[in-house]
């Protein structure tokens, strides 16, 4: 059986590395007789799987041990919420950029609370660009300012990391962590769920300063505070054993391909040939995003009709080119080009782009 080009969104493409590592030692895990997701979370095979994800994510970053990895479920759609209730209060609010689907989510989330703020808004516009620094209403008094750094429906990307002054900055970067290098150190808690860029569904990625974990509310129910994720090395109770010994085959990956600059150069590469089939089209592609807040993860675009939208589709499928269709809040076609995508994969879509319009002009 052939694989295809996966250009979804998410669960994505993984490296075809990982799968066949995983698919190898999945009877008979470390010399233990067992699969790793029939061991124990507290036998040693396994605390050395969560342990190595753990650093090799910090190394990758370039953090150091002022930060920490926390390993928590319920996707990121839970991170919306365990933010305001950790952190936020209605002295000292949530504050947050809405670029998207998703920031927007999370700032629904600080607003049931009673704790939400809106910095910047780009609804208006439909979300075709981020906010300029110079549109963010940043708030002293603010908890934390919320980003969601890569808008995987929209297909927009943050290409300058906010100045907050002393208010600290997170985002929501799962559909780009790790992707290329970013200034992280300016980011007090940044989370990704895992199945855009990282490994399979199951786990989210927080990376959060030590000194600001410390300051989780004391009155919620244990398993919504980030500080018993921290002080149990998120042991507290099972952790999504195969989920993360996934993450940590990926970041392993990373890190042996040439690590965040060398997944920059590949991405920058795969988005330049997309990009460019929709400029070089006359018009025929219309690229939702505006030039300069253009995705380096997913490229969004539209055809001239929905008839040639669903034929694009289903030729493309014929070529190999798997998962295109946009997301039906902004129609059309989205290709996510995630670190596991090829450039040849990018090459094969962008080539039939170019035979595709030139056929159906
Ligand atoms: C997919 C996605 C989410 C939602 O993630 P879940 O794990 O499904 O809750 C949040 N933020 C961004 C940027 C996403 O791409």
Redesign the pocket.
């Known amino acids: 059986m052939k694989r295809v080009y996966n250009f979804n969104?998410?669960p994505a493409t993984l490296p075809e590395e990982v799968l066949r590592e995983a698919q190898a030692e999945f009877l008979n895990f470390d010399s233990s007789g067992m699969s790793i997701i029939e061991i124990s979370h507290r036998s040693k095979p396994y605390e050395k799987v969560h342990n190595a994800a753990k650093a090799t994510i910090l190394e990758l970053m370039g953090l150091g041990d002022d930060y920490e990895v926390l390993f928590i479920q319920?996707?990121?759609?839970?991170q919306f919420a365990m933010i305001p209730l950790n952190f936020a209060t209605k002295e000292n609010p949530g504050s947050y950029v809405l670029s998207g689907t998703?920031s927007s989510?999370a700032f629904k989330e600080a607003d049931i609370l009673g704790v939400g703020e809106i910095a910047a808004s780009t609804k208006d516009e439909n979300f075709k660009r981020v906010p300029r620094q110079d549109e963010l209403k940043i708030n002293p008094n603010a908890a934390y300012l919320h980003i969601?750094n890569?808008?995987?429906?929209y297909g927009t990307e943050f290409h300058y990391v906010p100045e907050t002054g002393n208010v600290p900055l997170f985002a929501?970067?799962?559909?780009d962590m790790l992707s290329r290098p970013v200034d992280f150190k300016k980011f007090s808690l940044i989370y990704a769920?895992v199945?855009?860029n990282l490994g399979p569904?199951g786990v989210?990625v927080v990376v959060v300063k030590k000194s600001f974990v410390e300051k989780s509310s004391d009155i919620l129910p244990t398993m919504l505070r980030y500080d018993t994720f921290y002080k149990k090395n998120s042991l507290y109770n099972t952790p999504p054993a195969f989920s993360i010994y996934m993450v940590g085959k990926v970041v392993e990956w990373i890190k042996n391909s040439g690590g965040l600059a060398e997944m920059a150069r590949r991405n920058q590469i795969k988005a330049k040939l997309l990009y460019d089939a929709i400029d070089n089209s006359d018009g025929f592609y219309r690229g939702h995003a505006d030039k300069d807040s253009r995705s380096f993860m997913n490229v969004t675009f539209r055809l001239p009709n929905e008839e040639l939208e669903k034929k694009f589709v289903a030729e493309a499928l014929q070529k190999n080119l798997s998962g295109v269709k946009g997301h039906r809040s902004v129609g059309g076609m989205r290709a996510s080009i995630y670190n596991a995508m090829p450039i040849e994969g990018a090459e094969i879509l962008a080539d039939f782009m170019d035979k595709f319009r030139k056929s159906n002009v």
């Open positions: 969104p998410g319920g996707g990121a759609s839970l998703f989510n969601c890569n808008n995987t429906i929501d970067m799962s559909s769920g199945q855009k569904a989210v």
